[in-house]
């Protein structure tokens, strides 16, 4: 097994065990949004029009959840220091970090988005672009996510800054992820553009978020 | 082989931990770095081991593979034991291994070296912390790298396994490798040279020296 597989094959199989994160995400995604319909009441256009943004938001507190023990468990432990003993570039095991923290805590909230979606009046066609901006944008938040968790691994209390730090980076996609998937409810502005801006924002993310986050993590061994 | 550090400084916090620290080691031989708390014992292997950036100084490898650092050519033997609770004693070793780069192969044999090889499919959260030490010594074996950077390795071992660390660190240096360990106390290592990292960690005046 190659190096980078090894992390991914490690960081996965720790999510999915006890006191992982992988289930606590999709959880807390699930809970926060079955609570807005008996916060709002049945009034089914309206939840209609809000159901995307509820969606979103849910999704980015979820994928938040798991972050901060991203770096922070590896630091504890030693890990990181043999990790950057190890031949393999630093920025590509952030990465590949990345990566497994997206198929243990994003996929998982992409499955449950459809049926998140039915208490939320979203049918067929919408949900299925509720689903798409979601597959094509959580991955934008993981990326983005992995800068603060690398800012904030020395600190005891990192996950309340890891919160400050990212969130407010993460407006460009919440507005293009939310307004892709309106925009295939209501109308009037076409699927197509702001769904492409989530795309390159997804991609910018997945540039940047890995170096970013490495140049971080050099920078808190001292 | 040979690795040496040349008029080495290092500074935490803004301190000046230690100065002029000189110290050259051949294939086959050890060092000992010894020193009260706070002498920068910690600081000077994770500085060898490209984990602490030098404040002054150069630490040179002759005879090693020049595409890498020495870092990757090290083992860091920290205080911490870098295991995963929630992952077996054999699945964190594999981990280790295949991530530094070994065939799976030497796996079980590694695993009966430190005497683990009957807990291997027990999970790394109920191992006692001498265990988790030879877990984390079983690395070293998987993985063939020449130096060797140990900071306290003997720490929470019992008599029997401090025996069997210094068989393997002699096996390390007759197998040509060299070993540099931030140690209390002795080790088993005969013929170790010593480096005694004796400035004081905090420059004090006269006056309260003398208290």
């Given at each position: ?109 992409v499955v449950a988005a459809p049926l998140i979606g039915l208490m939320l009046n979203l049918q067929g066609p919408a949900a299925a672009a509720l689903v798409l901006t979601l597959v094509v944008g959580t991955p934008a938040l993981t990326f983005i996510g992995l800068i603060g968790a690398a800012l904030s691994v020395t600190l005891r209390r990192g996950g309340l800054l890891l919160a400050v730090l990212v969130l407010p980076l993460t407006i460009p996609v919440l ?48 | ?167 393997l660190m002699r096996a390390h240096l007759a197998g040509g490798g060299l070993i540099l360990a931030a140690t209390h106390g002795a080790i088993g290592l005969d013929g170790a040279r010593e480096l005694r990292l004796d400035q004081p960690a905090i420059a004090l005046p006269e ?5």
């Open positions: 097994m190659s190096p980078l597989a090894a992390i991914l094959v490690r960081d996965m199989r720790i999510a999915v065990r006890v006191g992982g994160g992988a289930l606590m995400g999709v959880l807390f995604f699930v809970v926060v949004a079955t609570l807005v319909p008996f916060a709002l009441g049945p009034d089914l256009a309206l939840l209609q029009r809000i159901g995307p943004a509820i969606l979103w938001l849910a999704a980015l507190l979820a994928s938040l959840l798991a972050l901060d023990r991203l770096f922070a468990a590896d630091h504890e432990d030693g890990s990181l220091d043999i990790i950057l003993t190890g031949r393999a570039p630093l920025e590509l095991v952030v990465l590949v970090k990345g990566v497994a923290h997206w198929l243990t805590t994003g996929v998982p909230l507005i293009f992820g939310v307004a892709a998937a309106n925009a295939a409810v209501t109308g009037p502005v076409a699927f197509g553009t702001p769904f492409t801006v989530l795309c390159a924002l997804t991609l910018a993310g997945l540039v940047v978020g890995p170096f970013a986050a490495a140049a971080a993590l050099r920078q808190e061994m001292e | 082989m040979r690795l040496s550090a040349i008029d080495l400084a290092c500074r935490r916090g803004g301190r000046s931990v230690f100065e002029g620290v000189n110290f050259s080691v051949s294939a086959g031989e050890s060092l000992t770095v010894s020193g009260r708390n706070g002498a920068g014992k910690s600081s000077l292997l994770r500085m060898v081991g490209g984990l602490l950036r030098l404040a002054g100084g150069r630490i040179v490898l002759e005879g090693g593979d020049p595409e890498l650092t020495i870092g990757e050519q090290a083992h860091y033997l920290g205080h911490q034991d870098a295991l995963k609770p929630s992952l077996s004693v054999g699945e964190n070793l594999r981990f280790w291994s295949a991530f530094l780069g070994a065939a799976s192969a030497g796996i079980g044999e590694s695993l009966a070296a430190v005497g683990l090889d009957t807990l291997a499919d027990l999970p790394a959260a109920y191992l006692s912390a001498g265990q988790r030490r030879r877990l984390s010594l079983a690395r070293l074996l998987t993985v063939k790298r020449p130096i060797w950077l140990l900071d306290e390795p003997a720490s929470s071992l019992d008599a029997a396994a401090q025996q069997r660390l210094s068989e006056e309260a020296e003398a208290l």
